[in-house]
Nanobody, 132 residues
Framework: QVQLVESGGGLVQAGGSLRLSCAASGRTFTDYTMGWFRQAPGKEREFVAAISWSGGNTFYADSVKGRFTISRDNAKKTVSLQMNSLKPEDTAVYYC?????????????????????????WGQGTQVTVSS
């Protein structure tokens, strides 16, 4: 497993922006596909975005497509989530997660990128609150 620590959460008004970061340590970072999930009070943890080991491929939940951008810096062992045009319904605890990239190509993983049980490394989460 890789150890993950998120940062960058906070309180922002609707329409504003926040950038979350996740720092990784431990195993080789490029062995991992990385993702972001979120969990609102009383709701299940849901998928937000994922990025391939190289950073060349990304995948987003429909609810954030066009507003959020996931990126990674393999030299710094970090993954980021740039969140723009934030809405009150984006309020949640955001979690960074990692899963083994596997030997298959990116497109073969698409059906399972949103499944949280496929990720074996998790951060502690960071709170994002969007006020209306």
């Amino acid at each position: 497993q890789v150890q993950l620590v998120e940062s960058g959460g906070g309180l922002v008004q609707a329409g504003g922006s926040l950038r979350l970061s996740c720092a990784a340590s431990g195993r080789t970072f490029t062995d991992y596909t990385m993702g972001w999930f979120r969990q609102a009070p009383g709701k299940e943890r849901e998928f937000v975005a994922a990025i391939s080991w190289s950073g060349g491929n990304t995948f987003y939940a429909d609810s954030v497509k066009g507003r959020f951008t996931i990126s990674r810096d393999n030299a710094k062992k970090t993954v980021s989530l740039q969140m723009n045009s934030l809405k009150p319904e984006d309020t949640a605890v955001y979690y960074c997660a990692g899963r083994d990239r596997g030997g298959s190509n990116w497109y073969s993983h698409l059906p399972t990128l949103g499944i949280k049980s496929k990720y074996d490394s998790w951060g502690q989460g960071t709170q994002v609150t969007v006020s209306s």
